[in-house]
């Protein structure tokens, strides 16, 4: 459960995640924690059937690997940033190069999970990326008034 659930539930239930990573233990892990929270949780496993789901619904929020074939992580945010330029990102390494932070960076990634991670800090990220949404929702609404 995220820290602030009852104000962002609402919103959770609205939005649809996309989750990416090469290994089933971490895509049953996403999909149990993330399952019920969100309208719907996308699972891909390799970057070519990340790209297929990303073009067939309207993704709101991305969870990606850095290590994910054929493209790799980095490739593949470039290519979904190019599409959704203010979408969050997420991105789970268990690297620490510096390049591939700075390259993250660049591309606007809203936070970065090393890997092995907590159930908390997972949540954490995934609450900072909603309140995103959120902000940018209000800031839209406001504009239209």
Do not use: W
């Not at 789970?92 to 990634?109: C, G």
């Not at 999970?113 to 949540?123: A, G, H, W």
């Amino acid at each position: 459960m995220l820290p602030s659930d009852i104000v962002l539930r609402p919103y959770l239930k609205e939005l649809k995640l996309l989750c990416v990573d090469s290994s089933s233990l971490m895509q049953m892990i996403y999909q149990d924690l993330f399952g019920t929270l969100f309208e719907e949780v996308l699972i891909a496993s390799d970057a070519n059937h990340a790209k297929a789901l990303f073009k067939e619904h309207d993704v709101h929020l991305v969870l990606c690997d850095d290590a994910v074939p054929p493209l790799g992580g980095l490739e593949l945010i470039a290519y979904m940033r190019h599409l959704k330029p203010t979408m969050p990102i997420i991105l789970v390494t268990d690297s620490e190069e510096a390049t591939l932070f700075m390259e993250a960076v660049r591309l606007r990634v809203c936070n970065f999970i090393q890997k092995p991670f907590s159930t908390s800090e997972i949540l954490e990220a995934i609450e900072k990326a909603v309140k995103i949404l959120v902000a940018e929702k209000y800031v839209y609404q406001s504009q239209q008034k």
